[in-house]
C-alpha cells in the first residue's frame, strides 16, 4: 500500500544524520548559548534541511537529470538552490549585505584615529600566511586539487569577514564556497574563543594593561560625509576590482551619515540587511549536506581557516606592539588583534580583556577603528586576489 | 595539481605590500582632510571675531 509514496527514513545515510546533528549543534550554540544567534540560526536550520533526504532544496537539473545537491553549471531547481544562483553566484546578496553594513557603520573612530587603518592592513597577515599554506597543503596532497584560485578564496577566510569570502569565492573557485563559507561564519561566531588566547600570549599583562584616554578627537560632520565619497574613490582608483564591495560599504554609509536619507539609511541597516542574512544563513547552511561537506578538502579548509584567524590576529598585535616603539602616546597592543573584520566581536573580545587586565580602560572605542579598518582592508586583500588571478 | 611558486611570491609578496600601501594612502588622505576642514574652520571663526 502507497508504495508509489517515499518517506525520507529510508533514505537517511549515516553521512546526514551526522550533519543534522551539525546542524542541531549550531542551532544549541545560537539559541542556548546566544553565540551569533543571528548567522548561527539560520545556518543551522538550513543544515538540517538539506540534510532531509528528498526535500528537493538544493536541487539543480544536470544534463536533463535532477540532482539533489547544488551543481555549478547546472539549473537551479529547488528553493535554496535557486536563492543561491541568484543572489550569491550572481554576486548581489554578499555585496549588497556590505551596503547594509556601511549603513550600520560608525566610522568616527576610524576617522578620529587614521593611523588604526595600518593595524587593519597588518592583520591581512593572516590572509596571506593562510594563502601560502593552502598552496604548500596543495602541493603535498594533489588530491585536494588546492591550486593558486582555491589558495586565495581559502587564505582570505582569515579576514573574517564572510561576505567577502563568499564573494571571493564564488569569483575564483565556486566548488569551494560550502567551505569557506562556513568556515568564515563559524570563525567570525567563535572570535570569544580563538582570539584571547593568542592575544595573552602575545602580551604581557604590562602590555595589556596599558591605559588609553577614553576620549577620540571630535570629528566634524563635513569629515563624516567625506569620508565615503573619499574612501570610495581612493581604493576604486587604486584597486579597481574591490568597487562592488567597497563601493555598497560606502554608499550603505554615506546613506546614514548625510542626514538626508534617513529613510533609505534605516531600511538598509534594518529590514535590508535582515532579509538578507536571512537568505545567506539560509544558503550556507544549505551547503552542508553530507555528500559536499564531509570530504577532507571541507575540513582542510577549516584547519587551514583557523590558522588564517590566529595569524591574522597575531600579526595584528605585533604590529601594534611595533608602533609603540615608534610613538609617543602608547597604544594599548591588544587592540592591534581587532583588526580583523569580525565587527563588532572582536573590538568587544578586546574590551573585556582590558577591563579584566585594568579595569579603568574603556578599549572598545579605540578597537573599533581597527575593527573597521579590517573590514576595508579584507576588500582591498579581496580585489587585489581578483586583480591578480581572477 | 603544480604550484607557480614565483607567481604565489608575487601575489603574496606585493598583494599584501598593496593592503598596506592603499591603507596607508587612505589613512594620510582622511587625516589632511581633517587637518584642511580644522584648519578652515578655525580660520573662519577668526573671521568671525575680527568682524564682530
Not at chain 1, 545556518?43 to 551543481?71: D, R
Request: charged share 10%.
Amino acid at each position: 500500500m502507497l508504495g508509489f509514496f517515499q518517506t525520507g527514513f529510508g533514505s537517511l545515510t549515516w553521512g546526514s544524520i551526522v550533519m543534522i546533528f551539525l546542524g542541531c549543534v549550531l542551532l544549541y550554540l545560537g539559541i542556548a548559548k546566544k553565540m551569533e544567534p543571528l548567522l548561527l540560526v539560520p545556518i543551522g536550520f538550513g543544515t538540517v534541511l538539506v540534510n532531509l533526504p528528498f526535500g528537493g532544496l538544493m536541487e539543480c537539473i544536470v544534463a536533463g537529470k535532477v540532482v539533489e545537491s547544488y551543481a555549478i553549471g547546472g539549473e537551479p531547481a529547488g528553493l535554496l538552490s535557486r536563492i543561491f544562483y541568484y543572489g550569491i553566484a550572481w554576486e548581489i546578496i554578499p555585496c549588497l549585505i556590505f551596503l547594509g553594513l556601511g549603513a550600520m557603520t560608525d566610522f568616527v573612530p576610524l576617522i578620529a584615529n587614521p593611523k588604526t587603518l595600518i593595524l587593519g592592513a597588518g592583520a591581512q597577515f593572516g590572509v596571506y600566511f593562510a594563502f601560502f599554506m593552502a598552496l604548500l597543503i596543495g602541493g603535498l596532497w594533489p588530491d585536494l586539487h588546492i591550486g593558486i584560485k582555491e589558495a586565495c578564496s581559502i587564505g582570505i577566510i582569515g579576514g573574517a569577514d564572510g561576505p567577502t569570502t563568499i564573494y571571493l569565492t564564488n569569483k575564483l573557485a565556486p566548488h569551494f564556497i560550502g567551505a569557506t563559507a562556513v568556515a568564515a561564519y563559524t570563525y567570525m561566531a567563535l572570535v570569544p574563543i580563538i582570539q584571547p588566547p593568542v592575544i595573552k600570549l602575545l602580551t604581557t599583562k604590562k602590555e595589556r594593561e596599558i591605559y588609553m584616554k577614553p576620549q577620540l578627537r571630535p570629528v566634524s560632520k563635513t569629515e563624516e560625509i567625506l569620508f565615503p565619497v573619499i574612501t570610495a574613490a581612493i581604493i576604486i582608483l587604486l584597486v579597481p576590482k574591490s568597487a562592488p564591495l567597497i563601493g555598497m560599504f560606502m554608499f550603505g554609509n554615506l546613506l546614514t551619515v548625510s542626514g538626508v536619507t534617513d529613510r533609505l539609511a534605516d531600511t538598509a541597516a534594518n529590514a535590508f540587511i535582515n532579509i538578507l542574512t536571512i537568505l545567506l544563513g539560509l544558503c550556507i547552511g544549505a551547503f552542508l549536506s553530507a555528500e559536499a561537506f564531509l570530504q577532507v578538502k571541507s575540513l582542510a579548509v577549516f584547519g587551514l581557516g583557523v590558522v588564517a584567524f590566529a595569524a591574522s590576529t597575531a600579526f595584528g598585535v605585533v604590529l601594534a606592539k611595533l608602533m609603540n616603539l615608534f610613538s609617543k602616546e602608547k597604544i594599548n597592543p591588544m587592540i592591534g588583534a581587532a583588526g580583523v573584520s569580525a565587527v563588532p566581536m572582536s573590538a568587544r573580545v578586546v574590551q573585556k580583556m582590558g577591563q579584566e587586565a585594568n579595569p579603568r580602560n574603556f578599549l572598545l572605542m579605540h578597537a573599533m577603528g581597527p575593527n573597521i579598518a579590517g573590514v576595508i582592508g579584507t576588500a582591498v586583500a579581496a580585489g587585489i586576489f581578483l586583480g591578480m588571478v581572477g | 595539481m603544480g604550484v607557480d611558486w614565483g607567481f604565489a611570491g608575487q601575489i603574496g609578496g606585493f598583494g599584501f605590500g598593496l593592503v598596506f600601501v592603499v591603507l596607508i594612502i587612505l589613512a594620510l588622505a582622511i587625516w589632511l582632510t581633517g587637518l584642511i576642514l580644522s584648519r578652515i574652520t578655525t580660520g573662519k571663526g577668526e573671521a568671525g571675531d575680527k568682524k564682530k
